[in-house]
């Protein structure tokens, strides 16, 4: 139960599957019952799964857990952290007035003392686009904008909620309870991943929509290879091997309109809403699903495979993954586009004749926006305390502090001779430095091989993450890497399935799997515990906030 299986996986593997695969591609007399529904499903690995009896109950205690770490305390400190004093001030204004507004110097008193003061009529020029900050205005909402429970509560509801897509995605890819379970509890108990759900910061909304865009884009693949295999067993001729005519088998068929895909599209165009470094993620996107088509023909036996991909599936690929991503992108500025006084709302007509003039006003205006925010972010290199380059990253060199305050006894209720409040949102250091190492090893694994999951998880990890040694000079933090973070968790839960071993492995192999990988599990647990302090900002001795810096970059 707890392997890497080799379901629905599409790739060349050792024994007479892969003798099957290299037969149906090369040998023009197809062996007997190569095209009957139950043969094509086998070698698409996509035969259905059944599930458990009792299936839900370890994912349900993981979302249990991931909720209670990111809920509980939520309202503490009653401060505006790092650069919640821009995203809940923006998410407010979204929320009153449709658009960012600029705020009196004033405003963080106001809003922590319960009574926010109103922003000014001015439009704020905000460097983001707004989709996150709009989701963060949906726990103001729900919760009130006058408290920190209300700025952060949708950080937390999205960060819970992208721990059970990350346990959808395991288990398309592992088929197994264990390894989706896994997954999901090393995210549940990560450091950067419950400091940023329980903070009024964008990442976090970033991150969830990637996961459900790639998420969407696994369950189409599982789909379309269904749908692909019900095509070519009804075209089945009366032969031995039932093949088709060659004028089918030519190219293939056309398989329809692809929801799930489409859905992938809505979320890529969201993920792009919150930040636009989402670009990378689906350009990837983009060519894995193509990648996956392409395979998925070569496997039933299509002679022009490739052909037929790029004729029938690439195209509605890319309508699907970039139309209607470009079309949920312009949805989010809605706010945007109904304000009469948003920032450089008007600028077309301000400026006739300038910009890109064959669009229409509107978006002339928001292209200007583009333009002046894609500068900022190119040219952004301002010292900052806690700025790390993106190599310092994975070994968790310098992550950022987003708040500290310091108590004499007495003070605050510290029973100690001083006092420590704080967060600082570095990772769990087993769960992140193990899954660093699992990156090397995926790799290996994806070129023997050839497994479709090792080759999807690495290239959406690579980039995700490698993009940004292109900006040196950028001022840059720890929390860019939340993005890729599930990606490193797949990639570690894959590692851990090969050493739970296999169904055919001796007792005396499994358990000692099971020793070893519940001995891990355990062990992050309890660093976890460890500095759950630093991550919720609990008061502590001075001294035990020390004993959880282990390196002077961290303070």
């Not at 390894?179 to 910061?201: C, T």
Request: glycine share 8%; proline share 5%; hydrophobic share 50%.
């Amino acid at each position: 139960m707890g392997r890497v299986r080799n379901t629905d996986s599409g790739t060349t593997d050792p024994g007479s599957t892969a003798s099957a695969h290299r037969h149906v591609d090369r040998d023009p007399v197809f062996p007997r019952g190569a095209f009957r529904l139950d043969a094509l499903l086998d070698r698409l690995r996509v035969a259905p799964v059944h599930l458990p009896r009792y299936w839900w109950v370890a994912p349900a205690v993981v979302l249990i857990l991931a909720a209670l770490l990111r809920i509980v305390g939520l309202a503490h400190p009653n401060a505006m952290a790092f650069d919640e004093t821009y995203y809940a001030k923006d998410g407010y204004s979204l929320l009153h007035f449709g658009h960012e507004r600029q705020w009196p110097r004033d405003a963080n008193a106001s809003f922590l003392s319960g009574d926010p003061v109103q922003p000014s009529a001015m439009a704020e020029y905000a460097v983001h686009p707004p989709l996150g900050k709009w989701m963060l205005a949906l726990g103001m909402l729900l919760f009130g904008d006058d408290n920190p429970f209300g700025w952060r509560f949708a950080a937390a509801l999205f960060g819970t909620l992208s721990i059970g897509l990350l346990m959808w995605v395991a288990w398309m890819m592992f088929r197994s309870i264990t390894l989706s379970s896994i997954a999901g509890f090393l995210m549940a108990i990560d450091g950067l991943h419950i400091v940023q759900s329980r903070l009024a910061l964008l990442d976090i909304f970033l991150m969830f929509w990637l996961v459900l865009a790639f998420a969407l884009l696994v369950a189409d693949r599982i789909s379309t290879r269904r749908k692909l295999a019900r095509a070519v067993s009804r075209a089945g001729g009366d032969g031995p091997s039932g093949a088709p005519s060659s004028r089918f088998l030519a190219y293939g068929p056309w398989l329809g309109i692809r929801w799930w895909r489409i859905a992938a599209g809505v979320a890529c165009g969201a993920a792009v809403g919150v930040k636009w470094n989402a670009l990378f993620f689906v350009a990837v996107f983009g060519i894995l699903t193509v990648l996956w088509d392409i395979s998925a023909r070569r496997v039933v036996g299509i002679r022009g495979w490739f052909t037929g991909a790029l004729l029938k599936d690439s195209w509605p690929a890319a309508l699907s993954v970039l139309g209607i991503g470009l079309i949920t992108y312009l949805i989010t500025w809605t706010g945007w586009f109904v304000s009469d006084d948003a920032y450089d709302r008007h600028w077309a007509e301000e400026h006739p004749g300038e910009g890109v003039t064959w669009l229409p006003p509107a978006l002339r205006s928001l292209w200007e926006y583009h333009g002046q925010a894609y500068s900022f972010h190119t040219h952004l290199d301002s010292p900052h305390t806690y700025m790390s380059p993106a190599w310092q990253w994975l070994i968790l060199g310098r992550p950022t502090s987003y708040y500290y305050e310091s108590y004499d006894s007495g003070q605050a209720g510290c029973a100690a001779s001083r006092c420590s409040e704080a967060i600082l949102n570095v990772g769990n250091p087993l769960i992140w430095w193990a899954a660093a190492a699992s990156m090397l090893f995926v790799l290996i694994w994806w070129i023997i091989k050839k497994d479709w999951r090792m080759g999807a998880i690495f290239m959406v990890f690579a980039v995700g993450y490698l993009p940004w040694f292109a900006y040196p000079d950028r001022t840059t933090f720890y929390f860019y890497a939340l993005s890729f973070l599930p990606w490193l968790i797949l990639g570690l839960t894959a590692v851990l399935g090969l050493g739970l071993g296999r169904p055919g492995d001796s007792v005396r192999r499994r358990r000692l799997g099971l020793a070893v990988v519940g001995t891990f599990l355990i062990a992050a647990l309890l660093i976890t515990n460890f500095f759950w302090p630093i991550w919720s900002g609990q008061m502590v001795p001075y001294e035990h906030w020390r004993w959880r810096m282990w390196f002077d970059a961290w303070i």
